[in-house]
Nanobody, 122 residues
Framework: QVQLVESGGGLVQAGGSLRLSCAAS????????VGWFRQAPGKEREFVAR????????DYADSVKGRFTISRDNVKNTVYLQMNSLQPEDTAVYYC???????????????WGQGTQVTVSS
């Protein structure tokens, strides 16, 4: 079982940037895909981005394409989400999660971090 810890959230003005980190412990991300999801108050948890650990293949939700970048550091066993041009609608709790599947469905992910709050002010 891989344990995940997110960090890097905070308060930023519209147009600003943040970088989220998702560090794994317990075992490596090898053979996993790692996804970022977010959940705003009163809304469903939604897919943001994912990366296949071994191949590095990435995928993004349309709402963040061109603004967010997911990447990985094999040595640190950490996945990052670089978020640029942030907008108030990006405000949410952001979660990283791991799965052995290649999916944008949160139900396919069975290892979740505790979440980190991102707030974008207008």
């Amino acid at each position: 079982q891989v344990q995940l810890v997110e960090s890097g959230g905070g308060l930023v003005q519209a147009g600003g940037s943040l970088r989220l980190s998702c560090a794994a412990s317990g075992r490596t991300f090898s053979s996993y895909a790692v996804g970022w999801f977010r959940q705003a108050p009163g809304k469903e948890r939604e897919f943001v981005a994912r990366i296949a650990w071994t191949s590095g293949v990435t995928d993004y939700a349309d709402s963040v394409k061109g603004r967010f970048t997911i990447s990985r550091d094999n040595v640190k066993n950490t996945v990052y989400l670089q978020m640029n041009s942030l907008q108030p609608e990006d405000t949410a709790v952001y979660y990283c999660a791991a799965t052995r599947a290649w999916s944008t469905d949160a139900h396919e992910y069975n290892n979740w971090g505790q979440g980190t709050q991102v707030t974008v002010s207008s």
